[in-house]
């Protein structure tokens, strides 16, 4: 693996290493599809729905 610098200490080449995780391997395009289709499943079933927390919720409140 190359070696990225980021220029601050403490974290030598920490977004060079991120990507090269992300971008390691074969990516199992059937294994994805499967995923997103449990996902999308579980989902559209509805069993267990979280509520957002206000810190987590971004859109502009109501007037």
């Given at each position: 693996?190359?070696?990225?610098?980021?220029?601050?200490?403490?974290?030598?080449?920490?977004?060079?290493?991120?990507?090269?995780?992300l971008?390691?391997?074969?990516?199992?395009g059937?294994?994805?599809?499967?995923a997103?289709?449990?996902?999308?499943?579980?989902?559209?079933?509805?069993?267990?729905?979280?509520?957002?927390?206000?810190?987590?919720?971004?859109?502009?409140?109501?007037?």
């Amino acid at each position: 693996m190359a070696e990225h610098d980021t220029g601050r200490p403490g974290l030598p080449g920490l977004p060079g290493l991120l990507g090269a995780a992300l971008r390691e391997g074969d990516v199992d395009g059937e294994a994805e599809r499967r995923a997103v289709a449990a996902f999308r499943a579980a989902r559209d079933a509805g069993g267990r729905v979280a509520p957002t927390r206000s810190q987590d919720d971004w859109r502009p409140r109501g007037r």
